[in-house]
């Protein structure tokens, strides 16, 4: 009496599994892995943020972008609507399909080795943007469009419009 009972367990056990299997593949109708299925894009504006962002951690950068956009970016930035983000003020992005090659524009605190700087820049955007991304930075020029000095006022100025 055993034995058909244990026989009849697994029968059922058995059609359990092949009930689960089959939803299973039902779910994953066209095969391999659901993360290769569909295109992920990343906006040019994205790649620039992170840049940006990674850029200005870098001890020894002063700001991004040269003085006269740093004045122009600052007074855009207070109008509601501004178009472009402080944060991605002095880079350039473009963005391909698997990678990406970067432009910025750099104003660093005087006193520092800019051979140093640069490649602490570099080093942080890349890691940066490769892993935020998935996207192969192929370069990134940097262009060092001033030197800050201890002794000069920011061009931006500090308070808000009101």
Same mark, same amino acid.
């Given at each position: 009496?055993?034995?058909?009972?244990?026989?009849? +367990?697994?029968?059922?056990?058995?059609? =359990?599994?092949?009930?689960?299997?089959?939803?299973a #593949?039902?779910? @994953?109708?066209g095969?391999g892995?659901?993360?290769? &299925?569909? @295109?992920?894009? !990343?906006?040019?504006?994205?790649?620039?943020k992170?840049?940006?962002?990674?850029?200005?951690d870098?001890?020894g950068?002063h700001a991004?972008?040269?003085?006269?956009a740093r004045?122009?970016?600052?007074?855009? $930035?207070?109008?509601?609507?501004?178009?472009?983000?402080s944060? #991605? @003020?002095g880079v350039?992005?473009?963005?391909?399909?698997?990678?990406t090659?970067?432009d910025?524009?750099v104003v660093?605190e005087?006193?520092?080795?800019i051979?140093?700087v640069a490649r602490?820049? &570099?080093?942080?955007? !890349?890691a940066?943007?490769e892993?935020?991304?998935?996207?192969e930075?192929?370069?990134?020029? !940097?262009?060092?469009s001033?030197?800050?000095?201890?002794?000069?006022?920011? $061009?931006?100025?500090?308070? =808000? +419009?009101?």
């Amino acid at each position: 009496m055993t034995d058909t009972g244990q026989k009849s +367990l697994t029968t059922e056990q058995e059609s =359990r599994n092949e009930a689960a299997v089959k939803a299973a #593949s039902a779910t @994953r109708r066209g095969g391999g892995d659901p993360a290769t &299925r569909g @295109r992920t894009t !990343i906006a040019d504006g994205v790649v620039e943020k992170i840049a940006g962002l990674a850029a200005r951690d870098v001890v020894g950068v002063h700001a991004m972008g040269g003085g006269f956009a740093r004045t122009f970016g600052a007074v855009r $930035d207070r109008v509601p609507g501004g178009s472009k983000s402080s944060v #991605s @003020r002095g880079v350039k992005a473009e963005v391909g399909e698997v990678q990406t090659a970067l432009d910025l524009e750099v104003v660093v605190e005087y006193g520092v080795s800019i051979a140093d700087v640069a490649r602490a820049v &570099r080093e942080n955007v !890349i890691a940066a943007v490769e892993r935020m991304t998935g996207l192969e930075v192929v370069e990134v020029n !940097i262009a060092v469009s001033d030197v800050k000095l201890p002794d000069e006022e920011d $061009d931006e100025p500090q308070g =808000r +419009l009101q």
